[in-house]
């Protein structure tokens, strides 16, 4: 399996670390909703073809990456930075979070 | 001349003798043969015992799908049970001994076996042995019984037990179009690629580049198909951009088009070259692939079709067009296609006599018809074979009139005096590598055969893997693949001409003939058509149980021969059409791989040594050192004569009584900077950090998202926006990614940078009441008293000329001091220290002192720290700060990490006066027959030279309520039981004052 990282180009599998489901929602920093944290913590989706996951080039530059992955046949469709282009920065400070 | 080897033809070198012994008796064979070729050119016809019945079994094929010829080579004490004898190619000194028989090949006393071939039938080992309901060998203990003999009956070759001495590598390939298969097809496709530039690899199984071009006898552009097979090889090894791998075997196809590959670099040699590795491991990345691997003949499945001396057709074709063996003086033939005819022929040409051609089908095509005059053979069409005669060779068939419309056979059994039956049951697809990939085959009616599936990933079929059988298909085909995956459109020049023998490339659909006796489906693990029927009678009839109820096609040849007429039988007892019985997918590896090449240069001590600068001059003076995780440090600094604990004992004594230094440079060291670093800190740390001034440490506490404690270690402010975070020796790595992870996903506003400089930074830890003098005695630039260098204050200066920098910190709970200097100045800025600590009785002291230090103050580690315990169960939820949100401080409160009957940190001290030891448990009341409960276990444990007791941490259930009871170190593992009394875990100078000073 290959995943081509945005800085390094198309590099074997073993450079890099799952870091999980990239789906999941962190919960606001100061939220006491325990299902929420709880779907957060321990809940994984499983689904049979598209993935989003979590990469991170640990082997390479270290950045972590969104890469959407087929879980049958390991086909890996898109790659991007994790950081995004900070729109997740723009959310977070839309709605307050610290 | 050997008895069975022709005057001429092939593709030996007669001139070329090599000597080589089978079962320790001599034989001489020619450069160029097989072990297989070469003890059938000596008339050998014995190979082996069947696996189960231990019948005596023959060479069925001439390749690597090979299921009976199965041998152990021994090169030295090193054997290597399992290979096929047709894949062995003879060398000098070649040691082979055949297998699974007692006491010799010829003479087996398990024979016997086959007499009692009902009680070795499919299913056997789930059902037969559940013994009687009563007496001595009831239920299960019948199976033990028997288990012994039959687990000496059955089986395949014994394993070697000396080391491997031969040397296996591993290589990583790119291309733009791997050709697996090097038959016609694969030398167009290879050809046809290369013209275009691309960068092309053709890997080939066998020896020798070309196929079925080596033994078909046709002819390509007017010259023998052999020869022209060999031109094209030879004009591909002049390209550049071709790269010709010949034995070597392409075993597996994964995601992302990378294909595994084992090549057999020296096996054939009598000792390898200078630098060769036995085997190749090829891990190839493939922009395109062409699966030219050809396709398998499959046996017909009837009485007596095991018997040595059976062969399949175009194996006999292979023995005498390549090797110039005949496989039999009087040969007949048995098929249901017309491919065979060509086979006889050929056996015509090279000496044999050809005594009948039996054939299923009622009518046959004139052109075939000539072809059988031309053997002069007596032609028997809708016949069966219906049984084999002889013993360790066969003496005679014997035939039948047959029906294919009913499957029923009439009128008198004749007898044929052979010593030779060829047969062939249509052909087989090579499709392995295409359903390793995922798609499922289809069934091809007309061929009567699985179809590749459709390519889900880039490759393209080429030649009889496609199911076309024909060479004029396979080079047309050949070409067309070889463009199309180079990326090609024009057909330059002409394709090359076939001449070759006629026949319909769709075969009859018989696949067994139904008369007494055994009939093999699957020879190597002794597989009946009987069997398949019984498995169908007890229920098993998805393929999928079939399999595993029998064992059909779980051999070391992976079912390559028997699973088709297999599924056919199966098929025909269900009353369905083949296609609906389905078949299964095949999975890596291809054929067999050696676990040495797996392993390749993996193996032995792969782990990398973390060295401290420091590291030369602790084993210069004495340091017995010790491996933690990747690292390695000082244990103790021994005297001549001490024990371990004697060692630690004095080192942590003196460290209290004066002053001990310790190298901490292994702890995982970051930097922390940018705007938002404090803010970060904050967020990451249970307990604040955007409050410490500049030139402060603090320690520090991280929890996981979970709630449970992460790590935990001092993070230094050296300016606003610049932090050093260290972390524990082995959590240095997972710290860094946790802040990494939040940085990018979770958290992308902030603006922080976090490095690691674990490595950029020596530590050492200096500490113990004359600390501070010896620092006054060598450190310059600055003041280290109380007040320039209060508690958990960092001051810069240097030591003998190099810049430090030394924060009053302290893990021993002396007064005491990390000094840290740029890494290529530790051993400078440590001799200095040494040097300055003389005077004042400086001692060096190892992890066992700093451990035993640790344990008397209560510090908790990654021992206590073990992704179970929370801040509570650890007394540390002082630390949780309740004016902000941290990483896990949602979680941390959840029920069951709140209620009672947790297990808590808590001190032992022994009252028996004996040590205590990690890992054991604790219970409230001992008795050592009958163990109660367990109420918690030891943790960390050490002989305390500031208590004068053996001492322990524990994790004991409700421990801080149990403080002052007693309880008992249960420990049956090392026979060790006593009284302990639980106490608080800061056993020494709990309010602090001696670091304090
Ligand atoms: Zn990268």
Redesign the interface.
Known sequence: MLITCPYCGPRDVIEFTYQGDGNRERPQPASQNLDAWNAYVYNRLNPAGDHNEIWQHSGGCRAHLRVVRNTLTHEVSSVAFARGDHKSAARHKAEGKP | MSPRRTDAGGRIDRLRTIRFTFDGAPYIGHAGDTLASALLANGVTLFGRSFKYHRPRGVLTSGVEEPNALVTVLRGEVREPNIAATMVEIYDGLTAVSQNRFPSLSWDLSAANQLGGKLLSAGFYYKTFMGPAIGPLKGTRFWMFCEHFIRRAAGLGRAGIAADTARYERMNAFCDVLVVGSGPAGLMAARAAADQGARVILSELEPHFGGSANWSGETIDGMPAADWAARAAGQLEGYDNVRLLPRTTVWGY???N?LAALERVTDHKERPGKGEPRHRYWTI?AKSVVLATGSFERPLVFPGNDRPGVMLAHAAERYANEYGVLPGNRIALFTNNDSAYRCALALKKAGAAIVAIVDVRPELSSEIRELADEVEAKNLSAHAVVATEGGKALAGIKVQRFDMVNGALAGDRRSIQADCLLMSGGWSPTIHLASQD?AKAEWNAARQAFLPPNA?QRWIGAGAFTGSFSTAEAIAEGRAAGLSAAGGTGTPAALPVVEAAPGDPDPAPVFEIKADGKSFVDFQHDVTAEDVRLAHREGFISVEHLKRYTTLGMATDQGKSSNIPGHAIMAEALGKPIPEVGTTRFRPPFSAVSIGSLAAERFGDLRPERLTPMHDWHVANGATMYSAGLWYRPMIYGHAGETIEQAYVREAKATRESAGIVDVSTLGKIAVQGPDAA?FLD?VYTNMFSTLAVGKARYGLMLR??GLAFDDGTTWRLGEQDFLMTTTTANAGKVM?HL??FL??????LKVHVTSVTDQWAGAAIGGPKARAILAACVTGTAVDNAALPFMGIVHGKISGVSVMICRLSFSGEMAFEVYSGAGYGTHVWEALIEAGKPFGLVTYGLEALGTMRIEKGHVTGAEIDGRTTARDLHLDWMLSKKK??IG???MD?EGLIAPGRLELVGLISLYNQPLNGGAHIVEALDEANPHDSIGHITACCYSPALGKYIALALVKDGKARRGTRAHISDPLRNRFGPVEIVSNHFFDPDGSRMHG
């Open positions: 994964y995601d992302g990378t990345r995922g889900t803010e967020r998202e979970d990614q990494e992870y990018d996903v979770i958290w992308p506003e949100p941290f401080s949602a979680m959840r």
